[in-house]
């Protein structure tokens, strides 16, 4: 089973400082769903982990994330992509438990729950407690440069590469997974093969 593990706010969705609590907050980024439509034609399974000590604070309920996540589910379903799963840590940051990044809790449930050795997936995220959590767990490290990783300058990027150091680096999801399939396709030896085209249904 081929797997991707991405972060929500900040790599699906644009991340906002006083969280997402309603589902019209959740906007997708740019070109986000259609490179998750992209991975899963390519064979690739993706599941979400993130943080959302939102749940903790009282900014918003179960039933409201679950709102949230199906509006998700909706828009990617329009472009032909889907995530397998969402997992999420519904803790605050003194709670004291092992589920919120930068811990590698969420990533090691989710690969008991595929069966699925976490040295063969990859752990896409916007921050450095993302690729904390995924090396924790054994997965290769992915940084997107939007959400907080659009605001790392030189200094703060070659800090994160000197905590984090085969981390590799991609201007967004969209091209997270163009090298992911283009790095399957020349292993294959099939390089030239064209993408399908995925356009939002009407």
Known sequence: M??????????INEDRDDYVKSPDE???IPGSLEAIARLNHAGWHTVV???????????????????????????????????????????????????????????TTIGERYGV?????????????D?????????????????KGASLDAAALRALVKEVPHVVIHPDLAGFAQQLIQRERHQRGDADEADSVFVKLK
Not at 50 to 78: K, V, W
Request: charged share 20%; net charge neutral.
């Open 2 to 11: 081929k797997l991707v593990i991405l972060d929500r706010d900040g790599t």
């Open 49 to 107: 982990a993130t943080n959302q000590s939102g749940l903790a604070r009282g900014l918003f309920d179960m039933a409201t994330l679950n709102a949230i996540h199906a509006r998700m589910n909706r828009e990617l379903a329009e472009v032909g992509g889907r995530i397998d799963a969402v997992f999420f840590c519904p803790h605050g940051p003194d709670d004291g438990c092992t589920c919120r990044k930068p811990l590698p809790g969420l990533f």
């Open 26 to 28: 959740w906007v997708p």
């Open 117 to 129: 050795p976490l040295r063969e997936t990859y752990a896409v995220g916007d921050s450095l407690r």
């Open 131 to 147: 690729l904390q959590a995924g090396v924790a767990a054994g997965c290769a490290p992915h940084l997107v440069r939007t959400g």
